[in-house]
């Protein structure tokens, strides 16, 4: 494994890209992996100092962070995720692509929150079309693979309190590809698809959207929020197929 090359410390998931969804083996065929890129940082004052606009460029700066990771293990361009998102709660961030590969991730792992959250917004979506089989058991959009879903994975992996209870609400916001480099995106919805998305989602986790016309603004990692105290990444390898726990991942548990 290599070392992160940026100062947010977003670095491959060798867990997951070895394990998920199958392990990898390197003496077999070659094999479709999942790319999933990530960091969790741990601050010594509480980040609700952190300003809106500084999360836009916390985000921006991490999406910009996982090519040059990606070129490490030799891995092309076209497989870098597509979003990052980042978590702001308490004294934490936890930033996250979205998972890129062929196996639905989130809907194999049946007994974790984030699949609980996920078969309640199938219900509320069923139930906002009541005269409409078709949406009886319509799955997320893209199948829980967005950078929302993989942040609020990695926070259940580490922490027992459900992300709706927490006080202030945990912020989330997102970034895309664009020509020009990253930009603001809104959570995925029923405004472009007839099924539901990252924003039935969010709305279920109470989870706090940042304005998407703010602009981003510069910081300082050695003083926000008093200053990094620990840059970690929250691995998701002990997450296997079907809720079944397993090892690794990271010690923080609260």
Known sequence: MHNPKGALGIRLDYTVARAW????????????????????????????????????????????????EMKQYDIGVRKVPSVMTVLAFGNKTILSSSIRGQAAFTYALEKTPVYKTMKLCTAIWADQHPDDDEHADKEHRNKGSCGEPMVAHQYYHVHDKPLKELEPPARVDTVSRSANGPIPKPPCGPDEYDTWGCTLFIQQEGLKELDLNLKPADYNLQTIAGGVKEKRQITLCSLKPKGEVGGGGSSEKN
Do not use: C, Y
């Open 21 to 68: 969804p199958v392990e990898w083996d390197p003496e077999g065929k070659s094999q479709a992996r999942n790319w999933l890129l990530s960091s969790h940082l741990v601050f010594n004052n509480p980040v609700d100092s952190i300003t809106d606009q500084q999360l836009w460029k916390i985000a921006a700066d991490a999406f910009n962070e996982m090519q040059p």
